[in-house]
DNA sequence: ATATACGGTCTAAAATGTAGACCTTCAGAT
DNA sequence: ATCTGAAGGTCTACATTTTAGACCGTATAT
């Protein structure tokens, strides 16, 4: 299912072009990667503070999955200490369209899934 | 991260409404089985057989996730041998349109993305 | 002298996903 | 009469993935 395997070889290419897509970006991490670097340029150590809840590991294994699928560009300055900037390319800005609505849904309808989740909650109790 | 703990508690909301909704779509399925149900609805091996290579056990919990979320019916028709129809609710058809952008995002740059993985690659292998 | 920040990697342990056996009941084939 | 298969799952054992946290090297601030 993932498109790196443990010898860390890239899958190039999956049957089905949409699965290719979604496996990548419909992880835990990606979506709220892509949605930090929407306002701007940010460093590593900046995206786990905005982030909040990643671990290093994930946030380097992700970034260089967002990388090699070429949604974002990292630049490293090799000052010392050593500086890392992560950029969205022009795709990752297209990507952010498409994005933005999913968003925007998730703001319109919480309420609803929330008020779902009570509903569902109570059905099971009774009994 | 996940909205059910270990003794299957529902989490009914997490402090950033965004991040409650994409956490509970954004996993390996959720996604997958919408869209299977974009058509209509379907019964359990029937999602099973449209989605492929998914597990029993994972489209049962998703199922139940979507469920509890109220993107989905579960509608149990109790014949022998039964019958289990899942349906999109009003809420699981209004989040189709920011998803078919999504998927349509993917269908057209998912031949960008196989070039960036193949030039990604290059870029590796030379030494 | 010590602590901190930078951007990671590594390891061990915890959480999550998978494959496949198993359950019940009935229809149809042998 | 017996066996098979399908329905919609659950359960268990194993495999994979994620996490937490130590560690690395250098340099500035205290």
């Known amino acids: 299912m993932t498109a790196i395997t443990a010898s860390d070889k890239i899958v190039l290419e999956q049957p089905c072009p949409i699965r290719d897509v979604l496996d990548r970006i419909g992880d835990q ?12 340029t940010l460093r590593f150590n900046a995206l786990m503070r905005e982030i909040g ?8 294994r ?6 090699q699928d070429g949604f974002i ?4 300055y ?17 990507f952010l369209e498409p994005m933005q609505q999913l968003v925007a849904w998730a703001d319109t309808h919480h309420r609803t899934i ?6 569902y ?6 009994t």
Chains 1, 2 share one sequence.
């Open 53 to 60: 809840d990643i671990s290093k590991q994930m946030l380097s």
């Open 78 to 94: 090799p000052e010392v200490p050593p500086r890392v900037e992560y950029t969205l390319t022009p795709l990752g800005l297209s």
């Open 114 to 119: 929330v008020a779902a989740r009570i509903r």
């Open 73 to 76: 560009t990292r630049t490293l």
């Open 62 to 67: 992700t970034l260089k999955q967002l990388e």
């Open 29 to 40: 991490w990606s979506l709220l990667i892509l949605e930090a670097l929407a306002p701007g």
């Open 121 to 126: 909650e109570a059905a099971q109790t009774k």
